[in-house]
């Protein structure tokens, strides 16, 4: 049972600032024209839910599951989100994008070590 009165629902709550700014939510937006801050940073929220994630993961880690089992279920996790909050369209050139950049080699492991993320 959910607590979440639209839980059915599959476009995801226009948030306060979303509306006050007249944005359509994250999910909603081409990609390519989510809002970076003015500088090119990346948002807080973006931000904030990464470092959960790297948390997540570190306590992972730290129980000894192994790291394909995390990735897939984090990857697994993050496809029902989108699935939920997007259009099938939008979805499909964000995972063309994550193609495009393994095929590219900016997700190669040396690069966490160039960017200091190692």
Do not use: C, F, W
Not at 34 to 53: F, M, R, T, W
């Amino acid at each position: 049972m959910s607590l979440n009165p639209t839980a059915g629902d599959k476009r995801p709550e226009r948030t306060r600032l979303e509306q006050a700014r007249g944005e359509q939510p994250l999910g909603e937006q081409p990609l390519g024209e989510q809002p970076l801050g003015q500088d090119g940073s990346v948002p807080a929220e973006l931000s904030h839910a990464g470092a959960v994630i790297d948390k997540a993961i570190e306590y992972m880690l730290g129980e000894n599951l192994p790291p394909l089992a995390i990735a897939s279920a984090l990857l697994g996790g993050s496809l029902g989100l989108l699935a939920r909050t997007m259009d099938e369209r939008a979805m499909v050139r964000m995972l063309e994008n994550a193609i495009n950049s393994v095929r590219a080699g900016e997700l190669h492991p040396s690069n966490d070590h160039e960017a200091g993320r190692a």
